[in-house]
């Protein structure tokens, strides 16, 4: 006779699957919708790793905790926003978990979804009350995050929003900063007309023109120049 424990282990093989029928079997069975794996993932985060939404939804309906966290303090919220599945942000979200809740480095479910580019996932989150400018352990907020990884219309979105454009991160970049410094000229065209400082320095003083002038990233370096930059 099978134990709670291997049952629990098997739901969570179920949910990473997919398999409805068979986790659906294990939970009338009595699995424990709360096991873990070897990381602290529970049936709810693997499901919301592959995207499995019918699982999801009958984990919820059998009580799985929304708010549950790993070994490093992610949610099931965390993972779908990472993931893109903005249809789970938002059923996870009905289901009362936490839109600021952060893991051990003070990433919150925007920042997730941010540093991914996924502009939905990041819509739902900001229209239901996701906090634009939190702060992560580096000092990074959502809006740095999207800058330095080119995603310009998720940056326009959290300009939208309020996000604090000429915020710094503990070595005094901004998200103008680290836009320039990747080379992505939509994503600094985008922060200059929502109001980035061309001229900010971070610790050094360093600004965005130095960077792009020095890579010879020409059409930054002219963005910046037509924007006020002389530094």
Known sequence: MKSLIDEGRELIDAAEKGDVAGASV?????????????????PLMVAAQAGHTEVIRLLLAAGADVNARDDFEVTPLMVASSGGFNDIVEMFLEAGAGVNDSDENGTTPLMWASTEGH???????????????????????ALMDASGKGHAEVAGLLTAAKADVNAKDKNGLTALMLAAMMGHEEAVRILIAAGADVNARADGGYTALMDA???GREDIARLLREAGAIG
């Open 26 to 42: 294990l939970i009338a069975a009595g699995a424990d919708v709360e096991a873990t794996d070897t990381g602290g993932w529970t």
């Open 119 to 141: 502009v939905e996932a990041v819509r739902v989150l900001i229209e239901r009350g996701a906090e634009v400018n939190a702060r992560g352990a580096s000092g990074y907020t």
């Open 213 to 215: 002038s020095g890579k």
